[in-house]
């Protein structure tokens, strides 16, 4: 008798999932059923626990939260990043963004500058010590997010970037765009 712990996932009876490598988007529509959309609710949430949980327990040492979080990873990804951006990626409002990143630039995680043509605009910066915090955070995740891509694959890795994308308002995949669009281009592999 095959051991269920070792055998690799198959479809019951009452669902038919089609192979995610050859199926067009939106075939076996079975998954739109309620409880498959309850299921994947439990999914996001257990995955973000776990994902964050790590990074939660290094930043609550620090008395910050997963604000102060999201605050340095996108100053990472986008150094010299306006407040204004920075607001319209979070969408916070400027008090509450004010609360986060006040402390950030006061224990020296952030630097702020004025910009090269309007002194107004503030730019925002990690420090080295708001640098090596940033890292420190990512590292907590990126063994989890790598261990999850190499056990599912490739085509399913893409088949959830397509998901992911789709659960972001289309405001605000513009977020996330730029990164994808800076990847080189899959090479086609030769039969």
Partial sequence: ???????????????????AAHAAPGTGLLFL??????????????????????????????????AHHRCLHWIARRPGLNVGELLSILGITKQSLTRVLGPLIRHGYVV????????RQRLLNLTEKGTALERRLFETQRERLLMAYREAGGPAVEGFKRVMRGLINPGGR????????????????NP
Wanted: charged residues 30%; neutral net charge; hydrophobic residues 35%.
């Fill in 1 to 19: 008798m095959p051991n269920p712990t070792t055998q690799p996932y198959t479809a019951s009876k009452r669902e038919t999932l089609p192979s």
């Fill in 33 to 66: 059923r309620e409880d498959e959309l309850r299921a994947a609710q439990d999914m996001l949430f257990f995955a973000l626990r776990d994902l964050t949980g790590p990074a939660d327990m290094i930043l609550a040492e620090l008395n910050f939260g997963r």
């Fill in 174 to 189: 513009s977020g996330v765009e730029p990164a994808e669009a800076a990847r080189p281009p899959k090479l086609a592999r």
């Fill in 112 to 119: 702020q500058m004025p910009g090269p043509k309007d002194r």
